[in-house]
């Protein structure tokens, strides 16, 4: 009686075609945009940690790869400020929201940065939005604005900005890479 039951219930789903099934999204311009960051790259970095200081240089790695051309995840290993770092980021697109979104996580500090952006085709610039504790003001929740330029396919920057309780955005770390050969 039971294997009647399994055998019934299962002819009941037997005529539901692929075409029935919703389809599958499909990556969309944007996607692609994102894609061109995928790679391994070379970075040097440059750190300020107190104003009318010298920045702190560094160098880092980075190998970044497409996840079913919808997400870019990208993991950095470095050296900045005296100590060796991981960081991972993911960037995707949301169509809906048609807003860039993403998240980053690194082994400095106990933050889930979470980012919301916009792109402007014109200058290749990725500009994403943040909220998070200030690195030189303990206790306090700024804005940041965090800003990757493609400058060619083997070329990019990538600058981090905290803006103050007067609305002055500071610029943190820029970074140049290169893709490796």
């Known amino acids: 009686m039971k294997l009647k ?6 002819l009941l789903f037997l005529p539901v075609s692929a075409q029935e099934m919703p389809e599958m999204p499909k990556p969309v311009k944007e996607h692609e945009w ?7 790259w070379e970075s040097t ?3 300020i940690t107190e104003p009318g200081k010298p920045p702190v240089e560094g160098k880092s790695s980075e190998s970044a790869r497409m996840v079913g051309g919808f997400w870019v995840v990208s993991e950095a290993k470095g050296d900045v400020m005296g100590g060796a770092f991981t960081g991972i980021l993911t960037l995707g697109y949301d169509p809906g929201k048609k807003k860039f979104i993403g998240t980053w996580v690194d082994s400095m ?4 940065w979470t980012y919301t952006g916009t792109l402007d085709e ?12 200030s690195p030189m003001e303990p206790g306090k929740i700024r804005k940041f604005k965090e800003v990757i330029v493609v400058k060619d396919k083997d070329h990019k920057t990538f600058t981090s900005n905290i803006q103050d309780e007067d609305g ?4 943190l770390m820029t970074s140049t890479s290169t893709r490796k050969k």
Do not use: F, H, V
Request: aromatic share 2%.
């Open 5 to 10: 039951a399994i055998i019934t219930s299962a």
């Open 34 to 40: 994102l894609a061109q960051l995928a790679g391994e």
């Open 45 to 47: 970095m440059k750190c």
């Open 109 to 112: 500090t106990s933050i889930l």
């Open 122 to 133: 014109a200058t290749n610039t990725l500009t994403l939005e943040s909220e998070g504790p």
């Open 168 to 171: 002055k955005w500071t610029e």
